[in-house]
Nanobody, 115 residues
Framework: QVQLVESGGGWVQAGASLRLSCDAS????????TGWYRQAPGKQRELVAK???????LYTDSVKGRFTISRDNVKNTVYLQMNSLKHEDTAVYYC?????????WGQGTQVTVSS
């Protein structure tokens, strides 16, 4: 019974900040490869950021220096702190975890940034 639930999305002005949260049940994030993906209408889903079991992080070039992925092992929650948001960041953001040979996805949370 694995479930990932994203929250924290919304409509903001360019330059604002949002923090997305991914809460999990049935899976331990510290034992999984975890990432945030996003998908804009008509575009492929793309990796935004990922964090390994060893807490190594990787970001797509367009968000480097603005976004930070982190994991709270006590709360079993993965976060995506998004600062200096741009219009091109507008997308549905999805939480992903790969564990025990299975790829898990949340339902997504909408982030809309006005220009």
């Amino acid at each position: 019974q694995v479930q990932l639930v994203e929250s924290g999305g919304g409509w903001v002005q360019a330059g604002a900040s949002l923090r997305l949260s991914c809460d999990a049940s049935g899976i331990i994030f510290s034992k999984a490869a975890t990432g945030w993906y996003r998908q804009a209408p008509g575009k492929q889903r793309e990796l935004v950021a990922k964090i390994s079991r060893a807490s190594n992080t990787l970001y797509t070039d367009s968000v480097k220096g603005r976004f930070t992925i982190s994991r709270d092992n006590v709360k079993n929650t993965v976060y995506l702190q998004m600062n200096s948001l741009k219009h091109e960041d507008t997308a549905v953001y999805y939480c992903n975890a790969f564990a025990v040979g299975v790829d898990y996805w949340g339902q997504g949370t909408q982030v809309t940034v006005s220009s």
